[in-house]
Nanobody
Framework: QVQLVESGGGLVQPGGSLRLSCAAS????????MRWYRQAPGKERELVAA???????NCADSVKGRFTISRDNAKNTVYLQMNSLKPEDTAVYYC??????????????WGQGTQVTVSS
């Protein structure tokens, strides 16, 4: 069973920074694309950023220039560096990854979510 474990969330003042981490684990697996989503109360879950196995990235317009997604393949970990945080960034952030376990088909897995609160 694949598990995605997130860390790094918390309370920060507007203009501050946080770095989220998500580490994937399984017996034998190959990780392809990894992503960060977020969901604020009363809103749909939205894609924040994505990164392919080759390192190509894409970010939502609302965070472009402030957030950076990266990955360390040796550690099976994806990061989200969040700078210049705004109150509207407050949400539960979820890690997501496309993973092949053994030789079976690729499936999408989700982390448990970590709370990010931006408030003065």
């Amino acid at each position: 069973q694949v598990q995605l474990v997130e860390s790094g969330g918390g309370l920060v003042q507007p203009g501050g920074s946080l770095r989220l981490s998500c580490a994937a684990s399984a017996r034998t697996f190959t990780i392809y694309a990894m992503r960060w989503y977020r969901q604020a109360p009363g809103k749909e879950r939205e894609l924040v950023a994505a990164i392919t196995s080759g390192g190509s990235t894409n970010c939502a317009d609302s965070v472009k220039g402030r957030f950076t997604i990266s990955r360390d393949n040796a550690k099976n970990t994806v990061y989200l560096q969040m700078n210049s945080l705004k109150p509207e960034d407050t949400a539960v952030y979820y890690c997501n990854a496309d993973i092949r376990v053994g030789t079976i088909q690729i499936r999408t897995y989700w982390g448990q979510g970590t709370q990010v609160t931006v408030s003065s």
